[in-house]
């Protein structure tokens, strides 16, 4: 599985930004997709991770500001209202699980937001 992200950038405490995954390969094989966070000198947090059927789990830090959506194996990450906190290096994340290889994970490259006071 490949997974290609983009939508980072640069926006003003109170903005929105949107991030999207597009995953290639083995997709069928895809169960859950998720984005983590890494802030600099910070360990990797996932925002939220949302599985098959569009049920999804959110961070406590992001507090109603974010919503993910799945479009089969295609992610988007809605943030609103951002704060100079979500600062960071976002990643799309993928999870497969099959029979006889069981669970997999795959990264997609990072893509920075930057939130300014």
């Known amino acids: 599985v490949q997974l290609q992200a983009s939508g980072g950038g640069s926006v003003q405490a109170g903005g929105s930004l949107r991030l999207s995954c597009v995953a290639s390969?083995?997709?069928?094989?895809?169960?859950?997709m998720s984005w983590y966070r890494q802030a600099p000198g910070d360990q990797r947090k996932r925002v939220g991770i949302?599985?098959?059927?569009?049920n999804a789990i959110y961070g406590d830090f992001v507090e109603g500001r974010f919503t993910l959506t799945r479009d089969n194996n295609d992610l988007t990450l809605q943030m609103d209202n951002l704060r100079p906190d979500d600062t960071a290096v976002y990643y799309c994340?993928?999870?497969?699980?099959?029979?006889?290889?069981?669970?997999?994970?795959?990264w997609g490259q990072g893509t920075q937001v930057t939130v300014s006071s």
């Open positions: 994340h993928a999870q497969t699980m099959t029979k006889y290889e069981g669970v997999n994970e795959f």
């Open positions: 390969g083995r997709v069928f094989d895809i169960k859950s």
């Open positions: 949302i599985s098959t059927s569009g």
